[in-house]
């Protein structure tokens, strides 16, 4: 196994999960409108959630599984929320996924974060692809995904059954092959 790396960008640090981190997880992802945009935050989001949460990573980093970065500012060393992989090794891909606490939203963060994820999926991971879907109410979501360059694949109707409502996701990929060509292209610029 190798460590667990750690992503810098112009403003963001992204790092591994500690234990530490459970109190700002409950605080930030305990808001209702941060969780009822994710696929599997719960709410209400009880004492000990956070930890048992933080433990899984690090055992899904382990087993191969997983990959979730805990997303700070670099200037201030706060912390903002969350960006991740869930890898499938066989099939070489992968399914982004991120939250950030309400008070950072809009300032480009999670943009400047999946950037990061998805470069260091394609050239240190190699994976071949990776997705991410977004419910149809969630219009920002689909903004970081085309911002960071992804290809919008299609609806999945009613796919997800969310707090009791069937939920359309959008559905968003890259594949290594155009990650490749875009980075070659922005360096001939
Ligand atoms: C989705 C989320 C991660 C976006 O993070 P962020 O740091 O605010 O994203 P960015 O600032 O990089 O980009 C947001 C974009 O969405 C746009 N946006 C925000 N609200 C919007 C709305 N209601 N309708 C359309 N666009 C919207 C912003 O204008 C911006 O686009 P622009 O740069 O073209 O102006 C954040 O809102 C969040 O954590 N939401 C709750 C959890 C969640 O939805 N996770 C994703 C699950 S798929």
Same mark, same amino acid.
């Given at each position: 196994?190798?460590?667990?790396?750690?992503?810098? $960008?112009?403003?963001?640090?992204?790092?591994?999960?500690?234990?530490?981190?459970?109190?700002?997880? @409950?605080?930030? +992802?305990?808001?209702?409108?941060? +969780?009822? @945009?994710?696929?599997?935050?719960? *709410?209400? #989001?009880?004492?000990?959630?956070?930890?048992?949460?933080?433990?899984?990573?690090?055992?899904?980093?382990?087993?191969?599984?997983?990959?979730?970065? +805990?997303?700070?500012?670099?200037?201030? +060393?706060?912390?903002?929320?969350?960006?991740?992989?869930?890898?499938?090794?066989?099939?070489?891909?992968?399914?982004?996924?991120?939250?950030?606490?309400?008070?950072?939203? =809009?300032?480009?963060?999670?943009?400047?974060?999946?950037?990061?994820?998805?470069? *260091?999926?394609?050239?240190?991971? =190699?994976?071949?692809?990776?997705?991410?879907?977004?419910?149809? $109410? =969630?219009?920002?979501?689909?903004?970081?995904?085309?911002?960071?360059?992804?290809? #919008?694949?299609?609806?999945?109707?009613?796919? #997800?059954?969310?707090?009791?409502?069937?939920?359309?996701?959008?559905?968003?990929?890259?594949?290594?092959?155009?990650?490749?060509?875009?980075?070659?292209?922005?360096?001939? *610029?």
């Amino acid at each position: 196994m190798t460590d667990f790396p750690t992503l810098t $960008t112009a403003r963001l640090l992204l790092r591994q999960f500690r234990l530490a981190d459970a109190q700002d997880v @409950q605080r930030l +992802a305990g808001v209702q409108a941060v +969780a009822k @945009q994710t696929l599997v935050i719960p *709410h209400p #989001y009880e004492d000990g959630m956070a930890e048992r949460w933080i433990e899984q990573q690090q055992n899904e980093f382990i087993a191969g599984r997983g990959l979730t970065f +805990a997303i700070l500012l670099a200037a201030s +060393a706060t912390f903002i929320g969350s960006i991740g992989m869930e890898i499938q090794t066989e099939h070489r891909h992968a399914r982004l996924s991120y939250w950030l606490g309400l008070p950072y939203w =809009n300032q480009g963060y999670a943009t400047e974060a999946a950037k990061a994820v998805l470069a *260091h999926g394609f050239t240190l991971l =190699n994976l071949h692809r990776i997705y991410a879907p977004h419910f149809h $109410t =969630n219009p920002a979501s689909g903004r970081v995904l085309q911002k960071a360059g992804m290809t #919008y694949e299609g609806r999945m109707r009613q796919h #997800y059954l969310r707090f009791g409502e069937y939920q359309d996701l959008e559905l968003y990929g890259m594949l290594q092959h155009d990650f490749l060509a875009r980075t070659e292209q922005d360096s001939s *610029h």
